[in-house]
């Protein structure tokens, strides 16, 4: 049977509040323990193999210690989709240096289970890529525990901090880097899953907006299904773009594998810019240009935040500043050069 904190105090001569204090650090300001009574505890515990009863004290707490990572639309974590890979590496180096878990919830929002939210398993969530509906929104305001969200731009939802690429100006830096090369067709290609997103709908307008800034043509949001044989077309004249920019990495390299396959060269058919700038890019053929999304350092100061929430840590004795923007730069490589034909009229 296992050993209580009862056993132990009966063991070592004391009180339970004592035990407490010691091994489990309550049982209140007013109890003191002796060294050598602290050592008779502890002693008493290795003899019995005590073992704290951590659902009891978070009971006692109201804390678990668990904060709920949550995924709208969950994909799996490798080399191929290394946003992942940078998120959960920002969200743990902020959560263990703290005491804290990490729970994955990958289907809490899909499957409805809003309830989820405040039922005591987590201290807190971190929202990553949502897209909303009216349910939704009304459990968000009637969480008990602290919200936060990633990849959603400030003030989408009244009351809840938010943490986000500066996605106008990603887009303004990329439209006016294709128009140096000389590219006027160009369009925004995106997924059927994340086209639904706050965070694909603010970068889609974000470069709609960018485009008529650049004065250029009016723009294509093209959404790629997963045959990618629409392709075919920028191998022939007169193709309808001749520069892709993707909604992130994984979809940009998924368009130059289909590329490939489908014979369109890049960059000299048409150039492609993901969206991230992960270690991935530097691995795809050819090398992907791509927005430097700083999503580690994002991850980690939005679970920063949301811990401070947690803790309802004193603002003013603990200054946090809370920068929900973050400025991308963009990586240029090989995958993006000049419009078909500028070639050979500037030879």
Same mark, same amino acid.
């Given at each position: 049977?296992?050993?209580?904190?009862?056993?132990?105090?009966?063991?070592? $001569?004391?009180?339970?509040?004592?035990?407490?204090?010691?091994?489990?650090?309550?049982? $209140?300001?007013?109890?003191?323990?002796?060294?050598?009574?602290?050592?008779? +505890?502890?002693? #008493?515990?290795?003899?019995?193999?005590?073992?704290? =009863?951590?659902?009891?004290?978070?009971?006692?707490?109201?804390?678990? =210690?668990?904060?709920?990572?949550?995924?709208?639309?969950?994909?799996?974590?490798?080399?191929?989709?290394?946003?992942? +890979?940078?998120?959960?590496?920002?969200?743990?180096?902020?959560?263990?240096?703290? $005491?804290?878990? %990490?729970?994955?919830?990958?289907?809490?929002?899909?499957?409805?289970?809003? #309830?989820?939210?405040?039922?005591?398993?987590?201290?807190?969530?971190?929202?990553?890529?949502?897209?909303?509906?009216?349910?939704?929104?009304?459990?968000?305001?009637? &969480?008990?525990?602290?919200?936060?969200?990633?990849?959603?731009?400030?003030?989408?939802?009244?009351?809840?901090?938010?943490?986000?690429?500066?996605?106008?100006?990603? %887009?303004?830096?990329?439209?006016?880097?294709?128009?140096?090369?000389?590219?006027?067709?160009? #369009?925004?290609? +995106?997924?059927?899953?994340?086209?639904?997103?706050?965070?694909?709908?603010?970068?889609?307008?974000?470069?709609?907006? &960018?485009?008529?800034?650049?004065?250029?043509?009016?723009?294509? +949001?093209?959404?790629?299904?997963?045959?990618?044989?629409?392709?075919?077309?920028?191998?022939?004249?007169?193709?309808?773009?001749?520069?892709?920019?993707?909604?992130?990495?994984?979809?940009?390299?998924?368009?130059?594998?289909?590329?490939?396959?489908? $014979?369109?060269?890049?960059?000299?058919?048409?150039?492609?810019?993901?969206?991230?700038?992960?270690?991935?890019?530097? =691995?795809?053929?050819?090398?992907?240009?791509?927005? =430097? /999304?700083?999503?580690? /350092?994002?991850?980690?100061?939005?679970?920063?935040?949301?811990? &401070?929430?947690?803790?309802?840590?004193? &603002?003013?004795?603990?200054?946090?500043?809370?920068?929900?923007?973050?400025?991308?730069?963009?990586?240029?490589?090989?995958?993006?050069?000049?419009?078909?034909?500028?070639?050979?009229?500037?030879?």
């Amino acid at each position: 049977m296992r050993a209580t904190l009862k056993d132990v105090a009966e063991a070592a $001569g004391v009180s339970p509040m004592a035990v407490s204090v010691v091994l489990n650090g309550t049982g $209140g300001q007013k109890v003191t323990v002796s060294p050598d009574k602290a050592k008779l +505890i502890r002693q #008493a515990a290795l003899e019995l193999r005590y073992r704290p =009863n951590h659902l009891a004290q978070s009971l006692r707490s109201q804390r678990t =210690n668990q904060v709920a990572v949550v995924f709208q639309h969950f994909s799996d974590i490798g080399p191929q989709n290394p946003y992942h +890979i940078q998120l959960l590496g920002g969200v743990t180096s902020a959560l263990f240096k703290r $005491g804290y878990a %990490m729970t994955l919830c990958p289907k809490m929002i899909v499957d409805g289970d809003y #309830a989820s939210f405040s039922d005591g398993r987590f201290d807190g969530i971190l929202w990553c890529r949502p897209d909303f509906n009216d349910v939704s929104l009304e459990a968000i305001r009637q &969480s008990h525990i602290p919200i936060v969200m990633m990849h959603v731009p400030p003030g989408t939802v009244p009351g809840v901090p938010t943490f986000c690429a500066d996605n106008e100006g990603a %887009m303004r830096r990329v439209v006016e880097y294709l128009k140096s090369l000389g590219h006027e067709k160009i #369009a925004f290609v +995106i997924d059927p899953v994340s086209i639904r997103s706050v965070e694909g709908q603010a970068r889609s307008q974000a470069f709609i907006s &960018s485009m008529a800034r650049a004065e250029l043509p009016t723009p294509d +949001i093209v959404v790629f299904e997963q045959d990618h044989s629409v392709l075919l077309r920028y191998a022939e004249p007169n193709a309808p773009h001749t520069a892709l920019v993707c909604f992130s990495d994984e979809l940009a390299g998924f368009v130059l594998k289909s590329c490939k396959a489908y $014979g369109v060269e890049v960059p000299k058919h048409v150039s492609v810019v993901g969206f991230d700038s992960s270690p991935f890019c530097d =691995n795809t053929q050819p090398p992907l240009t791509s927005v =430097n /999304q700083p999503v580690r /350092q994002i991850a980690e100061a939005a679970t920063n935040h949301l811990l &401070s929430l947690v803790e309802q840590t004193d &603002s003013a004795a603990n200054p946090l500043p809370l920068i929900s923007l973050y400025d991308c730069s963009l990586d240029v490589r090989e995958s993006t050069g000049p419009p078909p034909g500028s070639q050979d009229s500037d030879a």
